[in-house]
């Protein structure tokens, strides 16, 4: 008896080997139930052309057999979930959800929920004003024009009572606080109900209006020179050499201002009882149009020098 159990031992080995390896790859490629972790929108088809949902379809979550390793690379996007409506009628309705898969060696063995209930109403469709709605800062010392658009109304389209709620159409331009020049931009529309509640659930012709913003800088920076003004004239010289420290000062205001400004005048430096190299601080004249970058250099040093007829 022993001696058959040992005969050709080798070969009974090796077969036993291949047959736990064979029962191993079979074992692994079995496929398994799995809750797939991503929800899956549902889709209504053949929707009549004169009918419209009224609220969107709610999401399903799914249960599917596959293998582990297809499992790792799905998305929700390699399911359709949806419901058939053809030949459906204004109204309340309850219809199965069917998910099917998108790709081989995947099966879908439920849906929750399984079926689902909607509202269908007759299609309506109007044209609806479009307004242009800013928000959000410019970069400092700029300002913006009213935005121009491409376009003064688009069509809005779907459930009879949800258009007949829509007010206005926004074309929502949102700044972030770098935009300092002109911009043309396109934007997505979205409507509006009197109170500023967003309706989702149209459909608008078409999507998007181009918006054209004109920028310009409201507040501009310059370095301009000082100007002395002398007052008077001397009775006993001349005048020779008129320094100023500092030669220049940075001001600041309305672009249209700035740009047209190439000096700041000094306050008077009358000369006429001047017998002498006389030094002076004279407060600057800034008009009500321009401001200092430093507010408190708010004047200069003048050192003007005196030629006595003497000499």
């Not at 799995?34 to 929800?39: A, K």
């Amino acid at each position: 008896m022993i001696s058959i159990f040992y005969k050709n031992l080798p070969t009974k080995i090796f077969s036993l080997a291949i047959a736990i390896i064979v029962w191993v790859v079979i074992i692994a490629s079995q496929q398994t139930p799995y809750q797939f972790t991503d929800e899956i929108e549902v889709k209504a088809f053949n929707m009549p052309e004169n009918m419209s949902l009224i609220s969107p379809l709610p999401k399903v979550k799914i249960k599917i057999v596959t293998t582990k390793e297809i499992l790792q690379t799905l998305t929700k996007a390699d399911f359709e979930a949806y419901i058939d409506t053809k030949n459906i009628t204004e109204g309340m309705h309850t219809l199965d959800v069917l998910v099917t898969p998108k790709i081989q060696n995947v099966t879908v063995v439920a849906a929750e929920p399984s079926r689902v209930s909607f509202e269908v109403e007759n299609m309506m469709q109007r044209q609806v004003g479009i307004k242009a709605v800013m928000t959000g800062n410019l970069s400092a010392g700029h300002k913006s024009e009213k935005p121009v658009l491409s376009l003064d109304k688009a069509q809005v389209e779907g459930a009879e009572s949800l258009i007949k709620k829509v007010s206005e159409l926004r074309a929502e331009i949102k700044f972030d606080g770098s935009e300092n020049i002109s911009l043309e931009k396109e934007i997505k529309l979205k409507a509006f109900d009197q109170s500023g509640v967003e309706i989702k659930e149209v459909k608008i012709t078409p999507e998007n209006v181009k918006v054209n913003i004109t920028i310009t800088q409201v507040t501009k920076q310059k370095t301009v020179g000082v100007k002395v003004s002398v007052k008077g004239s001397t009775k006993t010289g001349w005048i020779g050499k008129i320094t100023v420290e500092p030669s220049a000062i940075e001001v600041k205001g309305d672009a249209k201002y700035i740009d047209a400004l190439d000096y700041i005048d000094t306050e008077d430096f009358d000369i006429s009882e001047m017998t002498k190299t006389t030094e002076k601080y004279l407060l600057l004249n800034i008009s009500k149009n321009i401001s200092l970058v430093n507010e408190n250099a708010n004047r200069v040093k003048v050192t003007i020098e005196f030629k006595s007829y003497n000499n």
